[in-house]
């Protein structure tokens, strides 16, 4: 009797001490996968993308050799693989960054493999979420993950796919958190980027609207995001040509994001750089319908107004070039009792 007590007593240690090394081994390789992946965090921080990328690498292979992995450890491997993306990404939209890379074979290689990485990286994030997705909150990681990788896709081109996904992700968010949430703003402004590349203007404009629409109710008013949503439209609207438009979401953008500054001087030279000739066009247009006006001698003191408001706001965007021309403008505007 004696001696089966012992011989289950040492069944029962040898147990206990098997898991005991089992939960022991997986918990210290989830401690190094953590480890890796918050030096990752630290260095994206210090602007170290490369450094950040192979220790997100690392992470996700420390986490691999957890055996029987619960969902909680699949869907952590899915945000180290999200995370390398989105450093894969930085890596091909950012030159800089690439000239830090310390392997001169990559350094050197084709900017676009940053991006060929990146899809698939994002690729095996998206699978792991929409296998392991039960509740509200996987569905919102799932429309992260197609928002990512619809960038990719936009920045290569894809126009169809990134549509595409940018799409279901608008869906995922709007059946999860109602229509036009807050949420949802980023995907109608991404997707009317994509269908302004793919020339379906019309669409687009819609989009473009919503996404404003949307950041109006949800940030402060003349919130710098606002004018971001105006240079989107400006852009729309020059390249359909329709200058009237154009010049009306331009000066909104201009007076916006010189009301937020220094914090929005790039978005300043990024709205110029998209729109370098846009000023001198709309000058062009609007002085040659004041001219027409002129020569056709219409007495139409409403028309005339308009007519020189268009032009004095063209001659405004011109810079120092059009200032004295501006001022003649406001001196016939006041003449004819109307505001400048």
């Known amino acids: 009797m004696k001696s089966t007590f012992c011989f289950i007593f040492v069944l029962i240690a040898l147990a206990y001490f ?14 190094v996968a953590e480890a890796y992946a918050d030096q990752g965090k630290r260095c994206l921080e210090r602007g170290q993308v490369w450094e950040a990328t192979r220790l997100f690498e690392k992470a996700i292979e420390e986490q691999q050799k957890i055996e029987n992995r619960d969902e909680n450890d699949e869907l952590y491997i899915a945000r180290l693989h999200n995370d390398v993306g989105e450093c894969y990404r ?16 990559l350094k050197n290689s084709n900017p676009e493999i940053w991006l060929v990485r990146a899809e698939k990286s994002l690729q095996a994030s998206l699978v792991i979420k929409e296998a392991r997705s039960h509740d509200r909150t996987d569905f919102l990681y799932i429309a992260r993950g197609l928002e990512n990788l619809a960038k990719v896709y936009s920045e290569l081109n894809r126009n169809t796919e990134a549509e595409a996904l940018y799409r279901k992700a608008l869906f995922i968010r709007e059946s999860k958190e109602g229509k036009e949430s807050c949420s949802s703003a980023s995907d109608y402004l991404y997707l009317g980027d994509v269908l302004c590349d793919m ?6 404009e819609s989009n473009y609207v919503t996404a ?4 109006k109710r949800c940030n402060k008013p003349d919130d710098a995001v606002l004018g971001v949503c105006h240079q989107h439209l400006a852009v729309l609207y020059y390249r359909w040509r329709r200058l009237s438009g154009a010049g009306k979401h331009y000066d909104e953008a201009v007076r916006i994001f010189t009301k937020n500054l220094p914090g929005t001087r790039k978005n300043l030279e990024s709205l110029r750089s998209d729109l370098k000739d846009f000023p001198i066009e709309s000058y062009s247009q609007s ?25 004095l706001s063209a001659c ?13 403008i406001s001196k016939q505007l006041r003449d004819l009792g109307a505001t400048p």
């Open 287 to 311: 002085f040659e319908e004041w001219r027409e006006f002129i020569e056709k001698n219409t007495a139409n003191r409403v028309t005339q107004i308009g007519l020189l408001r268009n032009l």
């Open 18 to 31: 098997t898991l005991f090394l089992c939960v022991g081994k997986s918990v210290a390789q989830d401690s």
């Open 316 to 328: 405004r965007r011109l810079g120092h070039d059009g200032d004295v021309w501006a001022g003649d």
């Open 212 to 215: 404003l629409r949307i950041y």
């Open 199 to 204: 020339t379906q203007f019309k669409d687009s």
């Open 90 to 105: 930085r890596l091909f939209s950012d030159a800089a960054q690439r000239a830090k890379i310390d392997d001169p074979v």
